[in-house]
Nanobody
Framework: QVQLVESGGGLVQAGGSLRLSCAASGRPFSHYAVGWFRQAPGKEREFVAAITWNDVTTYYLDSAKGRFTISRDNAKNTVYLQMNSLKPEDTAVYYC??????????????????WGQGTQVTVSS
């Protein structure tokens, strides 16, 4: 089993930046893709970004491209989401998740089997 803990959320003004971290424990996740998802009040959870197990490929929500950057440090069992030029519509609880199968990746939430508890990101206008 792998346990995930997100951190780095908070309140920021529009145009500001935050860096989210997702620390894994329990077993290494170096062979697994990791994704970030978010859920705003009254809305469904949506994909934000993902990074393959070997750090070769990254995927982004269209509205996040050019503003967000996902990265990983397998030696530290940690994945990051750098978020720049934040907008009020980015306000949500952000979750990191580990894909259920090694060496595979996806933008689909149900394929991710281990989830963190989430961290709140609030962007004021």
């Amino acid at each position: 089993q792998v346990q995930l803990v997100e951190s780095g959320g908070g309140l920021v003004q529009a145009g500001g930046s935050l860096r989210l971290s997702c620390a894994a424990s329990g077993r290494p996740f170096s062979h697994y893709a990791v994704g970030w998802f978010r859920q705003a009040p009254g809305k469904e959870r949506e994909f934000v970004a993902a990074i393959t197990w070997n750090d070769v490929t990254t995927y982004y929500l269209d509205s996040a491209k050019g503003r967000f950057t996902i990265s990983r440090d397998n030696a530290k069992n940690t994945v990051y989401l750098q978020m720049n030029s934040l907008k009020p519509e980015d306000t949500a609880v952000y979750y990191c998740a580990v894909h259920g199968s090694p060496y595979r990746d996806s933008r689909t939430a149900y394929e991710y089997t281990h989830w963190g508890q989430g961290t709140q990101v609030t962007v004021s206008s």
